[in-house]
């Protein structure tokens, strides 16, 4: 096995554990209710320091989100702009966290952990094993020489 095939087969394993994370997650907060998740006592904790209209608005549209960029991160459509979806989520996670008890840290330190797996996409996108390199023409998963630099006669 080459080397850029075990590359290759590693980033898929990671976009599948990262994409059914927050597919798993959004999916559990839509069948647990989202009245409940919104009314929860941990939510209304995590987002205490936002105004409430806000705070109520994000919290329903935070399982969808979930869902649809851990879809997208699994089957590697998008591949980088969900992954820039998934860091901005688990920054504002990681901020509201931040503001709450010492139970916190624990979940502060997983979500530093996932960020720099979905910053990693944003860098290198979704490997040859994605649907973003099929309709590409596997565009994303080698850097692309920069283009000579002729001077100019005027």
């Known amino acids: ?31 647990g209710g989202l009245a409940e998740y919104v009314a929860s006592d941990a939510y209304k904790a995590e987002s205490s320091w936002l105004p409430e209209f806000i705070a109520t608005a994000y919290g329903y549209a935070l399982p969808f989100a979930q869902f649809a960029v851990g879809g997208l991160l699994v089957i590697g459509l998008f591949s980088r702009l969900a992954s820039l979806f998934i860091a901005m989520i688990l920054g504002s996670v990681m ?33 040859a094993i994605s649907i973003d390199a099929l309709i590409g023409g596997r565009r994303g998963t080698k850097p692309t020489p920069a283009a000579p630099v002729t001077p100019s006669n005027t």
């Open 1 to 31: 096995m080459s080397n850029s095939w075990k590359l290759n087969l590693v980033l898929l394993m990671n976009r599948l554990a990262l994409g059914l994370y927050f597919c798993m997650g959004g999916y559990a907060k839509i069948k």
């Open 95 to 127: 901020i509201a966290t931040s503001f709450t008890s010492a139970s916190a840290v624990e979940l502060y330190d997983r979500n530093v952990i996932l960020m720099t797996l979905s910053i990693m996409f944003i860098v290198t996108g979704p490997g």
